[in-house]
């Protein structure tokens, strides 16, 4: 039998579930979930697959729609701070990687970069979070210095696609190119749209010299 000493974590755990059971953070119901979210929510998850269009990106992978709970979830991750629903994004991503043998194939994850004022404001980078989780668990290198945003630019989600293209032109800049050279990277974001972004950082990256990029993403909007 474990003494009190040996977990304290738990205990305390295990006291804070009766004081306070815990609620699902979308809907807020009760639920007993290792992800913090009831059965309801996750079960309205609903899972895709690999899609590309853009010239730079040799295949673009979303793990689901970006709709209902995983909507939810990402704005809440992004925005409100909730980092503890970074359990079950990883789980998603690494499930996804697997049964598509993404791993297999890739040298190096490279987060898609905010523009440093942006990263203090929100005070972490959500994508490199997701790709650091992922680096960890399927154990390919990171990379989360040499693709560098140099330019501010306005949150694609107010803008058509035409506008996209525009506005994200030209903001993304690699810093040591022989990091990259030679290399198959995986391009690791939170949501996939038109997109632009993860096309502008592929540019660069064959422009240095990778071998190939693919990109990862959570959810792919309509
Ligand atoms: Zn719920």
Redesign the pocket.
Known sequence: MPSLLQKPKSIFKAFLDIVLPPV?Y??G?N?SSKYG??T??LNRIRLCAEYSKNPYIEKAWSCSYYKDTIKECIHLFKYRGYIGLIDIFRDIMIDFVKKHDIHKNMDLIVPVPVYPTKKRERTYNHAEILARSLSKNLVIPIDVKNLKKIKWTQSQSELGREKRLKNVKDSFLVVDKGVFSGKCVLVVDDVYTTGATINECAKVLRGAKASKVFSLTLARGA
Request: aromatic content about 0%; charged content about 10%; proline content about 0%.
């Open positions: 699902c979308v809907c119901r639920c979210l009831c309801l929510c």
